[in-house]
């Protein structure tokens, strides 16, 4: 079989002539094991199969170097990095504002809006802003602010960046803590299934339509 030139090299694992180990353990990219062998025994097996020598642990002894296709592999490495980059993307920082003397039922939608960013893997940044004579109150609002931190916590969130005043707002950054969530959507379920349990096992209403039926 006619040997492929040697690929151009820029950074990555040493290929083909830029491997000079005197012996290497060999493998081949289905799995076969060569065992040890000295450098003209896998340059001989390059030529043979028409693949590249690839050094993927240089600091194992002797070296391990398989025999791949290395352009089909860097298109496989390439490929697994922008899937990552895309995985990386996707998080998104949504923004949530309020006013310090923030009505319960809009607060509690506030927070309803937080927990959907959170729950789906966003981050939140949490804005408290002063207008006018409401920037005389900023101690009792940071007071609040931390309040309302910590209700955002308990929905599966941590404190990225604290709390901290900027101008006439005081900004904070939370992230998912998956962890915390993965719980909380546990816990839900299993309450869920219980309220259910229980609504079914004190609703008489299906034995009264059963008795009627039969009447």
Do not use: C, W
């Not at 990552?84 to 949504?94: H, I, N």
């Not at 960013?117 to 804005?127: C, N, T």
Request: zero cysteines.
């Amino acid at each position: 079989m006619k040997r492929r030139g040697a690929p151009r090299r820029d950074k990555g694992p040493r290929i083909n002539d830029d491997i000079r180990t005197s012996e290497m353990r060999l493998m081949h990219e289905d799995g076969t094991a060569y065992g040890v062998v000295s450098l003209d025994e896998a340059r001989k097996l390059r030529e043979e199969t028409g693949l590249d020598l690839v050094e993927v642990s240089p600091n194992a002894k002797p070296p391990v170097v398989k025999l791949i296709d290395y352009g089909r592999y860097k298109y496989d490495q390439q490929k697994k990095a922008n899937e990552q980059k895309k995985k990386q993307a996707k998080t998104l920082l949504k923004e949530i504002q309020f006013r310090p003397n923030i009505e319960q039922h809009d607060l509690d939608t506030k927070l309803k809006r937080a927990e959907k960013f959170l729950h789906q893997s966003d981050k939140v940044k949490m804005v408290m802003q002063f207008r006018g004579r409401e920037m005389a109150h900023r101690d009792q609002g940071f007071e609040k602010f931390k309040g309302i931190i910590e209700m955002v916590e308990k929905l599966g969130a941590v404190v990225e960046s604290p709390p901290k005043m900027m101008g006439n707002r005081i900004i904070t950054i939370l992230s998912p803590d998956k962890k915390a969530i993965k719980q909380i959507l546990k816990d839900r379920k299993r309450e869920e299934k219980l309220l259910a349990e229980e609504a079914a096992a004190g609703n008489p209403d299906g034995a009264e339509s059963q008795e009627s039926a039969t009447e």
